[in-house]
């Protein structure tokens, strides 16, 4: 029985982590299950609440948050795991203020080093692939060097 093999092998996924819908789908398909099993499978683990993406982007950003990544870089993790982009600002505001861990990150690029434009411009760069905002690394810096904010 082919739908047996197929919860089976979506179980085994699920025992190991969290997945979104779209990305178990993905998954299960890959690994050549068929497609009326997989859809009739996920639907039913929706139902039962066993899959939710809602619970998953909130465990998806409150992990990458931890790491110290910004929104931006969050939001491109929600959508590479396929959340459904109505999911996305509620998990988002769930962020918590994000000051805290942008001077920590910039304290740690910089090292205790003088603030000069070079330095601050490596530091700005490596936290914009981190995922902050231009107006969140300003602000970092104007708290970490207010002469170097004023130019």
Do not use: C, N
Request: hydrophobic letters at 40%; charged letters at 35%; zero cysteines.
């Amino acid at each position: 029985m082919q739908e047996e093999a197929t919860k089976k092998r979506a179980f085994s996924m699920l025992e190991k982590r969290d997945y979104s819908v779209k990305e178990l789908t993905d998954r299960l398909l890959e690994k050549g299950e068929p497609p009326e099993a997989v859809y009739a499978l996920t639907a039913r683990l929706v139902e039962l609440g066993v899959l939710d993406d809602a619970r998953y982007a909130g465990l998806v950003t409150r992990h990458y948050a931890a790491k110290g990544y910004g929104a931006r870089r969050i939001r491109d993790e929600l959508y590479r795991r396929g959340v459904p982009k109505q999911l996305w600002d509620e998990a988002l505001g769930e962020l918590p203020d994000q000051d805290d861990t942008v001077d920590r990150l910039l304290r740690a690029r910089l090292r205790g080093a003088p603030a000069d434009r070079d330095a601050l411009r490596k530091a700005s760069a490596a936290l914009q692939r981190r995922g902050f905002s231009y107006e969140e690394i300003s602000a970092a810096i104007a708290r970490y060097a207010p002469e170097a904010a004023e130019e």
